[in-house]
């Protein structure tokens, strides 16, 4: 592989947040979406919060993860985006502040193999409210775009990376190109480039 291209997935390669799709499922959604608006912002530390809203979910059943999955899309220009990044000898990860329970299916069969993401934990069929192992926060997304441009023996400066918020800001100060696609503020300050229409296609440019 020439180059490596990291996705952000919930409001990126994705049109929702699986937390919320969650906590829509769960009945908890006016709660959690409040904490997920201000992480978002970089008013809250991103680790704090994400536990703080996966709390919430504790005793929902863990069927509400196929449920949530069910209801994911695609953004506008995803397919064409991983089909030209294959062409042009690009890897595709992602890179997700959200659940690799949700998101796996759908990145095996776009093709995706390199990928991390969050891992609820699950106690008799229910969401125990917590998760399993380190999380996925900003200082860890950039170290995980660092080792797969590792794992492909590629220079930083080949890397390109695309997300939409503050959890994004390390990830995006790492890559080669950083990409704020439909991003709030504080990222859109520290990108190389803005993308302002909701079109994964807009990203072929710069691969």
Do not use: W
């Not at 859109?188 to 807009?202: E, G, P, Q, W, Y």
């Amino acid at each position: 592989m020439n180059k490596l291209l990291v996705l952000d997935a919930d409001s990126t390669l994705f049109n929702e947040e699986a937390i919320d799709l969650l906590s829509a499922l769960a009945g908890v959604q006016n709660q959690v979406s409040n904490i997920t608006e201000a992480a978002m912002r970089g008013e809250l530390d991103f680790a704090e919060s994400l536990m703080q809203r996966v709390s919430l979910l504790k005793d929902s059943p863990a069927n509400l993860i196929d449920a949530a999955r069910n209801q994911l899309t695609l953004t506008e220009g995803a397919i064409e985006l991983i089909s030209a990044a294959k062409q042009r000898n690009c890897e595709v990860a992602v890179v997700s502040g959200g659940f690799v329970e949700i998101i796996e299916p759908l990145l095996i069969s776009l093709g995706i193999h390199k990928y991390r993401a969050n891992q609820l934990e699950m106690q008799d069929g229910v969401l125990s409210g917590n998760l399993v192992g380190s999380i996925v926060d900003r200082s860890a997304k950039a170290n995980i775009l660092k080792e797969f441009a590792r794992e492909l023996n590629l220079d930083l400066i080949d890397t390109i990376a695309v997300g939409d918020g503050a959890n994004d800001i390390e990830m995006i100060e790492t890559a080669g190109i950083g990409i704020a696609f439909c991003a709030k503020a504080a990222l859109t300050k520290v990108a190389d480039v803005s993308i302002n229409t909701r079109d994964l296609k807009l990203v072929i440019d710069y691969i």
